[in-house]
Nanobody
Framework: VQLQASGGGLVQAGGSLRLSCAASGRTFRSYGMAWFRQAPGKEREFVAGISKIGDSTYYADSLKGRLAFSRDNAKNTAYLQMNSLKPEDTAVYYC????????????????????WGQGTLVTVSS
């Protein structure tokens, strides 16, 4: 599967963005999806994950309450709605996909994901 991330940009603190991850192929529903991010000088970290059938989601503790991860398997696209953005949310955001696991599983480790998009830059100004 090939992934194309989009939706990043410059936003003021307190603003919102919706990231999209479009996947190629006809088996999108076979992949669990996730977003990770990497800020300058920092390691890549887990942001959010969603199961293959979209019935389970998991969010990083620091971001809970500000995110909503969803997917539309008919459109081969996953969406990450980010609200109340903070300057510390500035990073390159990567979407990832895994074929592993059952329909409702969600993985938080980047080593669980075999497929990665190119990243989209989110910049939050203060």
């Amino acid at each position: 599967v090939q992934l194309q991330a989009s939706g990043g940009g410059l936003v003021q603190a307190g603003g919102s963005l919706r990231l999209s991850c479009a996947a190629s192929g006809r088996t999108f529903r076979s992949y669990g999806m996730a977003w990770f991010r990497q800020a300058p000088g920092k390691e890549r970290e887990f942001v959010a994950g969603i199961s293959k059938i979209g019935d389970s989601t998991y969010y990083a503790d620091s971001l809970k309450g500000r995110l909503a991860f969803s997917r539309d398997n008919a459109k081969n696209t996953a969406y990450l709605q980010m609200n109340s953005l903070k300057p510390e949310d500035t990073a390159v955001y990567y979407c990832a996909a895994t074929f592993a696991g059952r329909a409702s599983d969600v993985y938080t480790r980047d080593s669980s994901y075999s497929y990665w998009g190119q990243g989209t830059l989110v910049t939050v100004s203060s």
